[in-house]
């Protein structure tokens, strides 16, 4: 089983402890030996759904949506996105060198075009800019990619 994560970054504390919780419980669901998580590895959903995965047994395969994305992430996710990509079995690329919501949308447009599944930490509301996780789950399922939509209940986005 393949499955791609798109979803929310910045989210509180609170929401992250919710947030990490429900995507561990839907990981744990799968059988380890088939699965592969598919992800740009940015920092929050992202990384905690790819790490969950590999904590199960799973493996990883990485779409970067720019050759300039790392630059974009914050400082202190440097280090796990570097070990992140180090432990991807494949890699996945654009063709695009600067980073912003175009590449961005082209990445994740890759990523669900690899999938079997998106996992998509959403609140169900609208993207605040190009390329975000509305428009992702929008394209998914525009493509006929089944969505598994992941909010705690009653959380908020700010």
């Known amino acids: ?18 947030v990490r919780g429900l995507l561990a419980e839907a ?5 380890a030996t088939e699965l592969v998580v598919v992800s740009c590895i940015a920092d929050g959903p992202d990384t905690w759904f790819t790490l969950a995965v590999l904590q199960h ?3 990883l395969e990485v779409v970067l949506p ?3 994305y790392r630059a974009d992430l914050p400082d202190w996710h440097h280090g796990t996105y570097d070990d992140l990509l180090r432990r991807a079995t494949a890699v996945h690329r ?6 912003g919501s175009r ?8 990523l669900v075009d690899q999938v079997d599944q998106l996992i998509a930490v959403w609140d169900g ?4 800019g190009y ?28």
């Open 103 to 110: 590449a961005h949308m082209a990445g994740s447009e890759i």
């Open 66 to 68: 720019a050759e300039a």
């Open 1 to 18: 089983m393949r499955l791609g994560i798109t979803g929310h970054r910045g989210l509180s504390q609170e929401v992250e402890v919710q």
């Open 125 to 128: 509301q609208p993207a605040r």
């Open 131 to 158: 390329g975000g996780s509305a428009d992702v789950v929008a394209y998914a399922r525009e493509k006929g990619v089944p969505v598994t939509v992941i909010w705690p209940a009653g959380a908020t986005r700010d």
């Open 27 to 31: 990981v744990a669901s799968y059988n």
């Open 57 to 59: 047994g799973g493996q």
């Open 94 to 99: 654009t063709g695009l060198d600067a980073s």
